[in-house]
């Protein structure tokens, strides 16, 4: 860190910072990689601005100090960085991705936002510790994602609770969990995925579903809450009858839209099923989210 400071108080006295990085004096044990660091910038200033390829020059060099850094378990950060290079080359312009991935953090006095009632506050959750608002939107809880992949069930899924806890704890009066029925992978295909078990373990009854109409979701979007007179407001819902646990029983076959044909193994009061599916193997469904049928014969 010392060395870190240094280095960059020369850098901020100097007129031109790129002159007076490659002009610093390295020490012997870290001079090869320092010296690599500069042909970086030396790089990127010659490089055509596209973010694309700017992207691929960092990663080039970055990519064996990744691996170096996290040696135990840099593959399962790895999809991280492909994501990163996936949203970047979409972009013709670096300050347009800078503007739209740069989240400054809420203000920390509400009385910034009394004045407009339709202000909409987009914060991380660390952001936003000590605030709250009347509705709290916590969106992206989708399983893989909160919890993380590469989050191991112990101290780091425990981490990530409390994460989720401290998003809860935002709202004064209405709370919404969302979660997305799709995601884009690295490779920009969409895969369906399912909710957070974190939203999974909720008590039936402490809260309400709320599904959009297939194809109503742009009349819908964004009037769901009524910030003028504080009450939510409803959201078009299908009217459909709820499976109960005694519609199943062990050994029956069911299909699921998206793991396919399996088998109940367990029933798991008061909503839940342990299925077994040919493809995709044991999975816990909660039957206020899973659509299964049974399957005849």
Known sequence: ???????????????????????????????????????????????????????????????PVFERLYADDYP????????????????????????????????????????????????????????????????????????HSSAFPGEQWEEERRLLYVAATRARKHLFLTYPRELMSPDRRFKRVGMSPFIAELEPGGYEVVRLVAGDAAAAYGSGYNAKSGRARPLLRKKEKKAVLDDFSKGCRVNHPFFGIGTVQKKNPPRSLDVVFDRHGMKTLHLDYAKLTIVDG
């Open 1 to 63: 860190p010392r060395t870190a400071q240094k280095i960059t108080a020369t850098i901020s006295a100097g007129d031109d910072p790129f002159l007076a990085l490659n002009s610093y004096p390295a020490g012997r044990t870290w001079k090869r990689g320092f010296d690599e660091l500069v042909r970086l910038f030396h790089d990127l200033r010659k490089a055509e601005p596209r973010p694309g390829l700017l992207c691929e020059i960092v990663l080039k060099w970055y990519q």
């Open 76 to 147: 399962k950060r790895q999809k991280d960085l492909d994501q990163l290079k996936t949203i970047i080359v979409s972009y013709d312009d670096l300050q347009s991705f800078i503007d739209d991935t740069t989240l400054d953090p809420p203000e920390s006095d509400l009385n910034a936002y009394s004045s407009d009632l339709d202000t909409l506050v987009l914060s991380t959750i660390h952001s936003a510790k000590g605030l709250e608002w009347d509705a709290v939107f916590v969106i992206g809880l989708a399983d893989g994602r909160f919890p």
